[in-house]
């Protein structure tokens, strides 16, 4: 178990390298295809337009979808990365408040 002083300097170092909390969103990033039903010359040929689509999952089943510009993708994988990143380093500060509750100074 980790000493007390220990546990404060990792949790320290922890919310230093904590990401732009602004920069954060929950979700999954897709890759679709839109095809029209008539008029289209490239979906006539089956390629169809491929676009990103953020999806973010809600209780009870729901889901919302937001479709992205193509130059929205990269940021929006960074955004997901910095949520994924805090939502971990939140976690280990966690862990590190509750060593803290049971180790003596």
């Known amino acids: 178990m980790m000493k007390h002083k ?6 320290e170092r922890l919310t230093r390298e904590l ?3 602004a920069e954060i969103v929950r979700g999954s990033l897709l890759n679709r295809t ?3 039903r008539q008029g289209c ?3 006539a040929r089956g390629q169809g337009h491929p676009v990103s689509v953020l999806t973010v999952g809600y209780a ?4 919302r979808q937001i479709s992205l510009h193509a130059e929205q993708r990269d ?3 960074r ?3 910095n949520y994924q990143e805090l939502k971990d380093k939140l976690e280990e500060i966690c862990e590190l408040n509750q060593q803290l509750l049971r180790s003596e100074e």
Do not use: A, D, S, T
């Not at 220990?6 to 949790?11: K, N």
């Open 60 to 63: 009870g089943g729901k889901n």
């Open 79 to 81: 955004w997901i990365k």
């Open 19 to 21: 990401p732009p909390v």
């Open 34 to 36: 839109i095809r029209h």
């Open 75 to 77: 940021q929006v994988e």
């Open 6 to 11: 220990e546990i404060l300097r990792r949790r």
């Open 41 to 43: 010359p490239k979906c």
